[in-house]
C-alpha cells in the first residue's frame, strides 16, 4: 500500500515526537533514579559510620539506645546488631538475616534482608559493619523511596502520552500545511497547463516552499516572456517574409513568362538576391536563438584588446574603400571570460551597422574602455542615429525604424547583439554621439 507525502510526512512528525519524548523521559528517569541512589546510599554510609563511632565510644547499651532514639519517628530505619549467623541480638529489623554478614565492612546495596515476618519481600538498601564479635546492620527500607520513583515514573509515562498526542496533532497540522502548500504549487502548474501563463504560486513569507514559489514563478515569468517573444518573432517573420516571398513569386513568375533572355536573366538575377535576403533572415534568428539557449560554461578567458584590434585590422580595408574613416582606441584588460565567436559577430554586426549608416567621408570610432567594473566596448558613428523614443523598437526582433525601411535588412542584427550581451551578463547601451548613434557593450569584468 503506498502511502502519500503529507501521510508521510505526519507519520515522520508523530515518530519524531515519539522517539524526543521517549529519549528525553529516558534520560530523566536514569538521572532521578540515579541521583536517589546515590542519596541513600549516602545517609545510609553517614547513618552506618555514626553508630559504629556510637559503639566505640560507648559500646553496646550506648549503641542501643543511639538505634532507639534514631528510630523514634522513622518507621523506615533498620538499625540491628546480628551475631555471625545474621541473628538479631539487639537494634530494630528482622529476626533473622538471610544471610551471613561478611567480615569487615561490606558495600552498599539493595537487596532484600529477610525472608521472615514483617520483612519479607521488602527491598532495603544497607551497609554491615562489624564491631567486634557482632556486626551492626544499618539501612532504609525502600517503599517511601519506590513510591516517590513510581510517582516520576508515572509522571514521565504521563508526559509521554502527552508528547504523544500533541506529535499527533503537530504532524495532522503539518500534512495539512504542507498539503495546502503542495495544493497550491500543483493548482497553478495545472492553470498553466491549461493555458493560464498568468498564473503565479502564492508566497508570503519566507520559509522554505515560499523560496520554492518564488522558483516557480521566475521561472513562469521566463516561459511567459520566452511565449511573448515567440508570438512577436513569428508574427514579425510571418509579416517580413511576406514581402520577400511575393516579391520571389513575381521574379519567378517574371522569368518563367519572359520571352527575351536579358529580362528573363535579370529576374534570375533578383530571384537570387530575394532568395539570400531570406536565408540570411534565417540564419540570424538561428543565431539569436542559439545565443540564448548557450550558457556562460562557453565563455573562456580571452584578452579583449586582442580581439577588438584584430576585428579593426579586418575592417579597416572595408572602411577605406567606403571612404570612411575607421578610428579605433583600446585600453590593456586582463582576461576576460567571453565567447570569442559570438561576441565577434556582435561587435562586426555593430560595425555593419555604422558603416550602412554613415556617409561617404564619415567618421566611426571603435573602443575599449573599463569603468565601474565593466568594460565597454563602443561604436559610434556620425548618421542620422536614433531617437530616444526609438530605441527600444531597434533592439527588437524584426524591429526597422522608418528610416532603415529603405537599406538593406531585417532589423536582426541589434537584436543579436543584444542576445549576446545577456549571455555575457552585460546588456547593449544606445545613446546619442551628437550626432550620429553610439552602441556600446557594457560586459562586467570578473
Same mark, same amino acid.
Request: glycine content about 8%; charged content about 25%.
Given at each position: 500500500?503506498?502511502?502519500?507525502?503529507?501521510?508521510?510526512?505526519?507519520?515522520? !512528525?508523530i515518530g519524531l515526537a515519539?522517539?524526543?519524548?521517549?529519549?528525553? !523521559?529516558?534520560?530523566?528517569?536514569?538521572?532521578?533514579?540515579?541521583?536517589?541512589?546515590? $542519596?541513600?546510599?549516602?545517609?545510609?554510609?553517614?547513618?552506618?559510620?555514626?553508630?559504629? +563511632?556510637?559503639?566505640?565510644?560507648?559500646?553496646?547499651?550506648?549503641?542501643?539506645?543511639?538505634?532507639?532514639?534514631?528510630?523514634?519517628?522513622?518507621?523506615?530505619?533498620?538499625?540491628?546488631i546480628v551475631d555471625a549467623?545474621?541473628?538479631?541480638?539487639?537494634?530494630?529489623?528482622?529476626?533473622?538475616?538471610?544471610? +551471613?554478614?561478611?567480615?569487615?565492612?561490606?558495600?552498599?546495596?539493595?537487596?532484600?534482608?529477610? !525472608?521472615?515476618?514483617?520483612?519479607?519481600?521488602?527491598?532495603?538498601?544497607?551497609?554491615?559493619?562489624?564491631?567486634?564479635?557482632?556486626?551492626?546492620?544499618? *539501612?532504609?527500607?525502600?517503599?517511601?523511596?519506590?513510591? &516517590?520513583?513510581?510517582?516520576?515514573?508515572? $509522571?514521565?509515562?504521563?508526559?509521554?502520552?502527552?508528547?504523544?498526542?500533541?506529535?499527533?496533532?503537530?504532524?495532522?497540522?503539518?500534512?495539512? /500545511?504542507?498539503?495546502? #502548500?503542495?495544493?497550491?504549487?500543483?493548482?497553478?502548474?495545472?492553470?498553466?497547463?491549461?493555458?493560464?501563463?498568468?498564473?503565479?504560486?502564492?508566497?508570503?513569507?519566507?520559509?522554505?516552499?515560499?523560496?520554492?514559489?518564488?522558483?516557480?514563478?521566475?521561472?513562469?515569468?521566463?516561459?511567459?516572456?520566452?511565449?511573448?517573444?515567440?508570438?512577436?518573432?513569428?508574427?514579425?517573420?510571418?509579416?517580413?517574409?511576406?514581402?520577400?516571398?511575393?516579391?520571389?513569386?513575381?521574379?519567378?513568375?517574371? +522569368?518563367?513568362? =519572359?520571352?527575351?533572355? &536579358?529580362?528573363?536573366?535579370? +529576374?534570375?538575377?533578383?530571384?537570387?538576391?530575394?532568395?539570400?535576403?531570406?536565408?540570411?533572415?534565417?540564419?540570424?534568428?538561428?543565431?539569436?536563438?542559439? %545565443?540564448?539557449?548557450?550558457?556562460?560554461?562557453?565563455?573562456?578567458p580571452l584578452d579583449p584588446? %586582442?580581439?577588438?584590434?584584430?576585428?579593426?585590422?579586418? /575592417?579597416?580595408?572595408?572602411?577605406?574603400?567606403?571612404?570612411?574613416?575607421?578610428?579605433?582606441?583600446?585600453?590593456?584588460?586582463?582576461?576576460?571570460?567571453?565567447? #570569442?565567436?559570438?561576441?565577434?559577430? $556582435?561587435?562586426?554586426?555593430?560595425?555593419?551597422?555604422?558603416?550602412?549608416?554613415?556617409?561617404?567621408? *564619415?567618421?566611426?570610432?571603435?573602443?575599449?574602455?573599463? =569603468?565601474?567594473?565593466?568594460?565597454?566596448?563602443?561604436?559610434?558613428?556620425?548618421?542620422?542615429?536614433?531617437?530616444?523614443?526609438?530605441?527600444?523598437?531597434?533592439?527588437?526582433?524584426?524591429?526597422?525604424?522608418?528610416?532603415?525601411?529603405?537599406?538593406?535588412? &531585417?532589423?536582426?542584427?541589434?537584436?543579436?547583439?543584444? !542576445?549576446?550581451?545577456?549571455?555575457?551578463?552585460?546588456?547593449?547601451?544606445?545613446?546619442?554621439?551628437?550626432?550620429?548613434?553610439?552602441?556600446?557593450?557594457?560586459?562586467?569584468?570578473?
Open positions: 500500500m503506498r502511502i502519500s507525502f503529507t501521510a508521510r510526512i505526519a507519520l515522520l !512528525a515519539l522517539v524526543s519524548s521517549l529519549a528525553l !523521559a529516558g534520560l530523566v528517569w536514569l538521572q532521578t533514579h540515579d541521583d536517589a541512589v546515590e $542519596a541513600l546510599r549516602r545517609d545510609t554510609v553517614e547513618e552506618s559510620n555514626e553508630l559504629v +563511632a556510637v559503639w566505640r565510644s560507648g559500646g553496646i547499651v550506648a549503641l542501643e539506645r543511639a538505634i532507639a532514639d534514631a528510630r523514634s519517628g522513622d518507621d523506615a530505619l533498620v538499625a540491628e549467623s545474621g541473628t538479631r541480638i539487639g537494634g530494630a529489623g528482622p529476626d533473622r538475616l538471610s544471610f +551471613a554478614p561478611p567480615p569487615g565492612r561490606s558495600e552498599f546495596r539493595i537487596a532484600q534482608i529477610s !525472608a521472615q515476618g514483617d520483612f519479607a519481600g521488602q527491598d532495603v538498601g544497607f551497609v554491615t559493619s562489624q564491631i567486634g564479635q557482632h556486626w551492626i546492620v544499618t *539501612g532504609r527500607l525502600l517503599d517511601d523511596w519506590e513510591r &516517590a520513583q513510581h510517582a516520576i515514573e508515572r $509522571a514521565l509515562i504521563l508526559a509521554v502520552l502527552l508528547a504523544i498526542i500533541l506529535g499527533v496533532a503537530g504532524g495532522l497540522v503539518l500534512a495539512r /500545511y504542507v498539503s495546502r #502548500r503542495l495544493d497550491h504549487i500543483a493548482g497553478t502548474v495545472d492553470a498553466v497547463a491549461a493555458g493560464d501563463l498568468t498564473r503565479r504560486v502564492p508566497a508570503s513569507g519566507g520559509d522554505a516552499f515560499d523560496r520554492l514559489a518564488l522558483r516557480i514563478n521566475e521561472m513562469l515569468n521566463r516561459i511567459d516572456r520566452l511565449m511573448g517573444e515567440l508570438r512577436i518573432v513569428t508574427d514579425s517573420i510571418a509579416h517580413d517574409l511576406r514581402s520577400p516571398i511575393a516579391r520571389l513569386r513575381v521574379r519567378a513568375e517574371t +522569368a518563367a513568362t =519572359a520571352n527575351d533572355p &536579358a529580362q528573363r536573366e535579370a +529576374a534570375l538575377a533578383g530571384l537570387v538576391t530575394e532568395t539570400d535576403l531570406v536565408t540570411r533572415m534565417l540564419s540570424v534568428l538561428l543565431e539569436i536563438s542559439r %545565443t540564448e539557449a548557450s550558457n556562460r560554461e562557453a565563455l573562456v584588446a %586582442t580581439l577588438i584590434e584584430a576585428l579593426a585590422d579586418l /575592417y579597416e580595408p572595408v572602411a577605406e574603400e567606403a571612404g570612411i574613416e575607421l578610428e579605433t582606441s583600446v585600453a590593456p584588460l586582463p582576461p576576460v571570460p567571453l565567447h #570569442r565567436e559570438l561576441l565577434s559577430q $556582435a561587435i562586426a554586426n555593430l560595425i555593419d551597422n555604422a558603416l550602412r549608416h554613415a556617409s561617404s567621408g *564619415g567618421h566611426i570610432s571603435l573602443s575599449l574602455t573599463s =569603468a565601474d567594473g565593466a568594460m565597454r566596448i563602443a561604436v559610434a558613428d556620425r548618421g542620422p542615429g536614433i531617437a530616444e523614443a526609438d530605441r527600444a523598437e531597434a533592439l527588437r526582433r524584426f524591429g526597422r525604424l522608418d528610416s532603415a525601411r529603405s537599406l538593406p535588412g &531585417a532589423g536582426l542584427g541589434l537584436a543579436l547583439v543584444d !542576445a549576446v550581451a545577456h549571455l555575457h551578463g552585460g546588456r547593449l547601451e544606445l545613446g546619442d554621439n551628437a550626432p550620429g548613434l553610439i552602441a556600446t557593450l557594457v560586459l562586467p569584468l570578473p
